[in-house]
């Protein structure tokens, strides 16, 4: 859109400014804009205006002056000045603001140097003037030296900057409102024309705005109901409690729940209602009502209907043996309905405890990600450290991305999305170069890596797909690694009735009967709760029994609980090619003197370690719960801890607990990767305070300053 110099700038400012600076001194000024308008004018000269400008030959000289101003203006440095035919000295500064020209500051008339009275009575002759009015208006106009004048055109134009300023501000404002009248008009278009009723309600619970579908609900016109109160439309609470939920609802944030309303007639109709939360300003409350009263009768009519069946099921029962075949047949589906709600139970409480898992298994990694990345930002950190800390930020960020990829796969799983991308692939050589790569995580757990290769061949190439295959047997050794303590895993490699079969076996803690049969279903885990010994999402063996299907294979498992586990993934092999026989492969003083820190991950505790390295402290570490109860019996000098809540042995909370029951005062933090407000509720009476992973310097020194202030007043 285009603007006018007018919409920019506050005219009766600028023209109330120019007569303040007319006042001090004769200061004669102008703004005019580029359509000629005269937007402010003070002390013109009548010299101009009632002689040489009423004249029209005269003038004829006048319009020379601005005719060659106007062609001169882009050489303003930082004004034009021009000498007209009459003597009289006139200035203009452009006005440019982001860019654009949109008007011009004008100085003048004045001389610089007293005038020639002589010429200007020639002046008088030559134009017919009134030699004494025309003398006596030119002796009004200002005399000011070539500096006074330099002065003022550097003054005029800092003015004019600030001048742009205010203009570009206005600008942007005049824009940035428009934008935001026009998202409002969008905003309140959706809204008015939504078939849900839509509130917006003040702080003490006024209806500030009301759609036309709530009207309609309701039966109210919408100037009644904005004179109205939301407890005097609900048929349920009472005005106390409706101001109860809505404090509630101002502290949570917003929320969903069901009520009844009450219409203009009086009749109750049932609402389902959804309420965000603003504090910004006043604080508004904006309310989305869906009449659910169909829904509701549906579900009362759906009762009674089976109430009703139920009896007559009983009637027919006792009345007729022949219906016994039919009841036998109702029975069945009643337990197969049963059946299903407990399998929907029981998948909402996978995936329950998948999302609580998947919190503590994210920010676990992610908090020694950032935790050491702020440390390497610090200056003349040794050489070793440097080393320590990058491997232990590459090995999270491993994890992470595993668990990202984890997540991902199950997803597009779930959703149908997956394809295969076949390719051909050197069985011998993937297996044992994927089975090399695990080497330094069996030497690191001392476990004993094997792999048997039982194709007599150099070379034996398939068809399958390169990446899912590498997921899939990735996996299984990952689990086998992890779930053996001490012992052997063997990987053996053959062929076996056209198909590759891939044997995993491990002398781990292998797996019960029970879990052998869901074991392949999503969010199952062999451990459940926050007391793990074991890490993990519960997707992998889903996701290597989706892509082993999707490859045309199968994946089978033996195992006995304390003795191991044996899988045996089989794949076809497709296009096998068989080549020459192969040779064998060779396979500062605080009151907190002594902080506990009971970690099970080992890089969080160095992490912490280094946070609290500045501080003059004794550092103990425990890396269950079990050894912190220990050490807290042991160590009466501990004077606070730093407590992890999902470990094995024994996890934080429990740990929590039975400390206050023999050191009540002992400040306890809780660190934890799930932060979800549930838990920490749940927490509230056994720790004094706690912290979220990733933890973040600053806010883990504040905590420690709060009981360290409280140990120094104790």
């Known amino acids: 859109m285009d603007y006018k110099l007018s919409d920019l700038i506050d005219i009766q400012l600028f023209q109330s400014l120019q007569d303040r600076l007319d006042e001090i001194y004769s200061f004669p000024s102008s703004i005019i804009d580029n359509d000629g308008n005269i937007l402010t004018a003070t002390a013109w000269q009548d010299a101009c205006t ?40 006139d200035n203009a500064t452009p006005i440019i603001i982001n860019g654009k020209h949109y008007g011009n500051y004008f100085t003048g008339q004045l001389f ?52 742009a300023g205010i203009g570009l501000k206005n600008l942007k404002d005049i824009d940035t409102n428009k934008k935001i009248k026009e998202s409002e008009e969008r905003y309140m278009t959706i809204i008015k ?94 309310v989305f009502i869906r009449d659910i009263s169909q829904r509701k009768n549906a579900e009362e009519a ?84 440097l080393q320590i800390f990058s491997n232990l930020i590459s090995s999270s960020s491993e994890r992470l991305i ?69 997921r899939m047997l990735s996996h299984v050794i990952d689990n086998a690694l992890k779930f053996t303590p001490y012992g052997k895993v063997e990987i053996t490699c053959g062929i076996v009735e056209k198909n590759v079969q891939i044997s995993i076996f491990d002398t781990g803690i292998g797996i019960s009967k029970e879990m052998q049969k869901v074991i392949f279903e999503p969010f199952r885990q062999v451990e459940i709760g926050t007391c793990r010994n074991y890490g993990g999402n519960g997707l992998g063996l889903s996701i290597v029994k989706a892509y082993a299907e999707l490859l045309k294979g199968s994946i089978l498992l033996t195992s006995e609980i304390n003795k191991g586990t044996n899988f045996i993934v089989s794949i076809p092999a497709n296009k096998a090619q068989i080549k020459v026989e192969q040779s064998v492969l060779a396979t500062t003083i605080y009151s907190i003197k002594t902080i506990l820190i009971v970690e099970d991950e080992y890089s969080n505790y160095q992490y912490l370690l280094e946070l609290l390295d500045e501080y003059d402290f004794e550092i103990l570490y425990a890396k269950n719960g079990q050894q912190a109860i220990d050490l807290c019996k042991a160590n009466k000098a501990i004077d ?43 927490y509230s009476n056994d720790f004094d305070d706690y912290i979220t992973k990733p933890i973040d310097e600053g806010e883990l020194k504040q905590k420690l300053q709060k009981f360290m202030h409280k140990n120094v007043n104790a």
């Open 50 to 89: 009632k002689f040489h400008r009423a004249n029209k030959e005269c003038e004829l000289e006048c319009l020379k002056s601005d005719q060659y101003i106007k062609d001169h203006l882009h050489e303003a440095n930082p004004a034009i000045s021009y000498c007209c035919p009459h003597g009289l000295i």
């Open 112 to 163: 610089l140097e007293p005038p020639d009275i002589e010429f200007f009575k020639q002046q008088a002759k030559k134009y017919n003037f009134d030699e004494e009015a025309y003398l006596q208006a030119i002796k009004k106009v200002p005399i000011w030296s070539k500096e006074q004048l330099n002065n003022y055109l550097f003054f005029i134009k800092g003015l004019i900057e600030v001048m």
């Open 193 to 286: 024309t939504s078939h849900d009723g839509f509130w917006m309600v003040s702080k003490d619970d006024r209806l500030l705005e009301v759609n036309n579908a709530y009207c309609k609900m309701s039966g109210y016109s919408r100037e009644e109901l904005l004179e109205m109160k939301i407890h005097q439309l609900d048929a349920i609470d009472r005005e106390e409690i409706v101001l109860a939920k809505t404090n509630k609802m101002k502290i949570e944030g917003g929320g969903i729940f069901e009520s009844m309303h009450k219409r203009k007639d009086g009749s109750l109709f049932a609402v389902e209602i959804s309420v965000t939360y603003l504090p910004e300003g006043e604080g508004i409350f904006y």
């Open 302 to 385: 759906l009762r009674k209907n089976q109430i009703k069946l139920e009896q007559q099921n009983e009637e027919y029962l006792a009345l007729n043996e022949e219906l016994n075949e039919s009841y036998k047949q109702i029975s069945k589906i009643n337990k197969e309905l049963k059946l299903a709600i407990e399998k929907a139970e029981e998948s909402d409480r996978l995936k329950s405890a998948f999302l609580q898992n998947m919190s503590h298994e994210v920010r676990t990694p992610l908090n020694a990600i950032v935790g050491f990345s702020n440390i390497l930002s610090k200056p003349n950190l040794a050489p070793e450290k």
């Open 402 to 470: 595993g668990i990202i990829t984890d997540v991902i796969e199950i997803s597009q799983i779930q959703a149908n999305q997956i394809q295969s991308n076949l390719m051909e692939i050197d069985i011998i050589q993937f297996v044992s170069y994927l089975v090399l790569s695990y080497t330094e995580k069996a030497k690191e757990k001392n476990i004993a890596l094997k792999l048997h290769m039982n194709i007599p061949f150099k070379e034996y190439k398939i068809l399958s797909d390169f990446e899912k295959l590498k």
């Open 640 to 682: 606070l801890i730093l407590m992890d809540i999902k470990m094995p042995i024994l996890d934080g909370h429990t740990a929590a607990k039975l400390i206050k029951a023999f050191r009540s005062d002992l400040p306890i933090i809780a660190q934890t990767a799930y932060a979800l407000e549930s838990e920490m509720n749940a």
